[in-house]
């Protein structure tokens, strides 16, 4: 068989993988998910880089949703469904609002594991290792809990079968048509609290009503393309699940189709980048901050050295203080180089804050502010601004502040969920979406494109 260098990586620094406890387990569990079929197919894998390609033309939009960590006791038929719904339901507003295609894509099926900016957490005196994902550990704080079980990970892949498989069920067996998806919208505008967002509802509602009267009744309407996506962050789940596709000889991670690379292993020579350059999957990359416009021009080479349209998200997460000022430099030297990566936002990772009564959460505003900066900047440079990339779950929970419901801190004490980052919850999540598309139509309706 063709080297791949899919093994290259055990010579270069891997960061924020756990120490297992047991490692002949952990040789069995390998062997295990070695054999254990595909969960997602090459061919999806393909289409979706289409998708994305389509979309880095600016022909396109991307959404890309879910839990910050994803658990194995929330991996529930209800808790599944509200967060596609969710997912669904703000893609309609976007595709109003944009005249475009949205492609869907969970933080579904496969987010497990999570880079940690510590090993351990001490707690009254008491230090254990740090929860690292349910791949890896449980969040309960006690010993036994945070033991690193490579057991672990198969229940990974076998959660992420079943979660897959409802998502397959829900998004092409007649839950996701269209019609449905805009019934349960007018429940959030008819609520008073998002009276606001009433009329670009009532645009969208007449557009429906137009079509039910041409008598479009086509199969895009009673179903929907979903993708899956997850952080590639433990070798041990993600090599063992890497396949060569037949068809084309060439390797596939078969544990989603889409991957991306966090802030926080992206280092040039490290593992996580020469091990993902060597997959097809479309791949993402977070970029904070701090990245230099050296940074994105060397993983654009090492990622995506063909340029390849479709190949290569980059997923800007700066905080709303910082998006307009570090943006620009990094879109114009991509420009200036010939790629044509997509651009999204995520407007999370880089507006956290601890609450004065101990909650790690986020501000509704501060989420909103780093979009609006997001859109401002690819529009003063004339380039697409292509996609969302939220943390949200389907649930009334109360982990992020403000929205039109106002969430303060208090809430927070009764209603927080998340067993890592703050999620905007479902009316959050539609709130946000709104938002976007009236600021979509509106720069249609002025015509600057
Ligand atoms: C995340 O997406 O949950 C995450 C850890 O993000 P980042 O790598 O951008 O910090
Ligand atoms: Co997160």
Request: charged residues 25%; proline residues 4%.
């Amino acid at each position: 068989m063709k080297d791949f260098g899919l093994d290259n990586y055990v010579h270069l620094e891997a960061k924020q993988q756990p120490t297992w406890a047991d490692l002949d387990k952990l040789a069995s569990v390998r062997e295990e998910l070695s054999k254990l079929p595909p969960l997602v197919f090459a061919g999806e894998v393909d289409t979706l880089r289409d998708r994305i390609a389509q979309a880095s033309r600016g022909e396109a939009f991307l959404l890309q949703g879910g839990d910050c960590a994803e658990t194995f006791v929330d991996a529930t038929a209800d808790r599944i469904r509200n967060r596609i719904k969710t997912v669904l339901q703000m893609a309609v507003v976007l595709m109003y609002g944009s005249s475009l295609p949205v492609i869907k894509m969970g933080r579904m099926a496969g987010q497990f594991a999570k880079p940690r900016s510590s090993d351990f957490e001490t707690r009254d005196g008491v230090t254990l290792p740090a929860y690292r994902g349910d791949a890896v550990n449980g969040y309960e704080f006690t010993e036994a809990s945070r033991v690193n079980d490579p057991a672990r990970l198969l229940q990974a892949y076998q959660t992420s079968v079943s979660t897959l498989n409802l998502i397959r069920a829900f998004t092409t067996g007649g839950f996701a048509d269209l019609r449905e998806v805009h019934a349960w919208n007018k429940g959030f505008t008819d609520n008073p609290a998002n009276k606001a967002y009433e009329s670009i509802a009532g645009d969208i509602d007449r557009a429906m009503r137009f079509m039910e009267a041409c008598g479009v009744d086509s199969a895009e309407l009673r179903a929907t393309e979903f993708f899956v996506s997850h952080e590639g962050l433990l070798f041990d789940y993600e090599r063992p699940l890497t396949r060569v596709d037949s068809r084309t000889d060439t390797p596939y991670v078969t544990s989603g189709h889409f991957i991306w690379i966090g802030e926080r292993t992206r280092q040039l020579d490290g593992a996580h980048v020469d091990f993902l350059s060597r997959v097809r999957n479309p791949l993402g990359v977070k970029l904070g901050p701090t990245t230099s416009t050296d940074d994105v021009l060397a993983l654009i080479d090492k990622l995506d050295p063909e340029r390849e349209p479709g190949r290569l998200t980059l997923i800007s997460r700066m905080g709303a203080e910082k998006i307009r000022g570090e943006l620009p430099k990094l879109i114009e030297a991509v420009k200036d180089s010939g790629a044509t990566p997509l651009w999204i936002t995520d407007p999370m990772h880089g507006n956290g804050i601890t609450t004065k009564n101990g909650y790690k959460s986020r501000r509704f505003d501060d989420v909103m502010d780093e979009v609006n900066g997001f859109f401002e900047v690819h529009k003063a440079l004339g380039t697409h601004p292509g996609g969302l990339h939220v943390e949200l779950t389907g649930d009334d929970v109360a982990e992020c502040l403000g929205g039109s419901e106002h969430v303060d801190e208090s809430t927070l004490e009764q209603r927080y969920e998340s067993v890592c980052d703050p999620r905007l919850n479902h009316m959050q999540s539609l709130e946000l979406a709104f938002l976007v598309a009236e600021r979509l139509v509106e720069t249609r309706r002025n015509g600057d494109n």
